[in-house]
């Protein structure tokens, strides 16, 4: 009788305890299903935003001519002001002539390419700074990041690469017009020559031949080359770009290849040759030609 008694109460709950598990079952796995998605979103959102977002970095690209003979201390015979904006995507690159008469922050009026060489000669490792500082105060651009290039290693960078071509429209550094395939010795001696062009021609030479590297460095081909060419690099550069930096000014400037670089110069129209008191040739800034340019490269 006890146990006839107490059946009825067992069938009335269990049902009740399986409404409640099937209840529960029911609210967790939405929630779960809610976090599974939140976080793919989550990540593709950040991604985006540090590939995509418009901030514009700035960065000074600087070759010098120092060598085993001077030493470390060289001038920077190229000057090249590069501003890049991921989102759009935007590169331009502003040739700077080296002769270009400035105010050099702790040493005064002098060529704009002797920035480097002082503050290195006064102590080692302070010129890339010191360039920067005088393109901020002369240019007025927010500037911090820098890249110098060895000129004399360029050599070594380009033949790690197997040479490159560069293509001219005009007759140009010592080669006519045309497509020319270059070692890297050539390609040294197609940015220093001095025979055939002055100070602007050699700034157009210049990008030609760094617009020839990088079309070389994103080629599928010469991913054969990396183990010469990454050594060749980091030999040749000096540079105080962060590393987190690198993924999206690379993806942008890969992205900027699809459209166009811009390229351009601070040409003779915007500068006005002159003679020093100590008879050097330089060539002074008209700031009020200058100025469209670095509003329409640099938002200024």
Excluded: C
């Excluded at 006890?2 to 009825?8: E, I, K, T």
């Excluded at 290195?120 to 002369?138: D, F, K, M």
Aim: hydrophobic share 45%; charged share 15%; proline share 8%.
């Amino acid at each position: 009788m006890h146990a006839l008694y107490n059946a009825p109460m067992l069938e009335k709950t269990q049902p009740s305890r399986r409404m409640e598990q099937l209840q529960a079952v029911r609210t967790i796995p939405p929630k779960k299903r809610r976090s599974k998605l939140l976080w793919p979103l989550v990540i593709f959102l950040v991604t985006a935003a540090y590939f995509f977002a418009p901030l514009r970095t700035n960065i000074l690209l600087l070759g010098t001519d120092d060598s085993p003979e001077r030493g470390s201390a060289g001038r920077t015979d190229t000057i090249i002001l590069t501003s890049i904006v991921p989102f759009k995507p935007y590169v331009g690159m502003l040739s700077i002539p080296r002769d270009l008469w400035v105010q050099i922050p702790n040493v005064g009026e002098q060529r704009i390419n002797t920035a480097y060489f002082f503050a290195e000669a006064n102590q080692p490792g302070s010129g890339s700074e010191a360039a920067l500082e005088t393109i901020r105060q002369n240019f007025g651009i927010p500037v911090k990041y820098y890249a110098v290039v060895h000129m004399a290693q360029l050599v070594f960078i380009i033949d790690a690469l197997d040479g490159v071509d560069i293509q001219l429209d005009s007759p140009l550094g010592g080669y006519p017009a045309g497509i020319h395939h270059l070692t890297g010795i050539q390609a040294l001696a197609f940015a220093r020559d001095r025979s055939t062009s002055d100070d602007f021609g050699r700034m157009e030479g210049t990008q030609v031949l760094l617009m020839a590297i990088l079309k070389k460095m994103i080629q599928p081909s010469s991913l054969e080359h990396l183990p010469q060419f990454v050594p060749a690099l980091s030999q040749a550069v000096k540079t105080n770009i962060p590393l987190w930096q690198w993924p999206r000014l690379t993806f942008a400037m890969l992205r900027a290849f699809a459209t166009d670089i811009d390229n351009q110069t601070i040409t003779r129209d915007m500068v006005t040759p002159f003679q020093t008191s100590q008879g050097a040739q330089v060539l002074a800034p008209n700031w009020e030609a200058i100025q469209p340019t670095l509003q329409e490269m640099f938002g200024r």
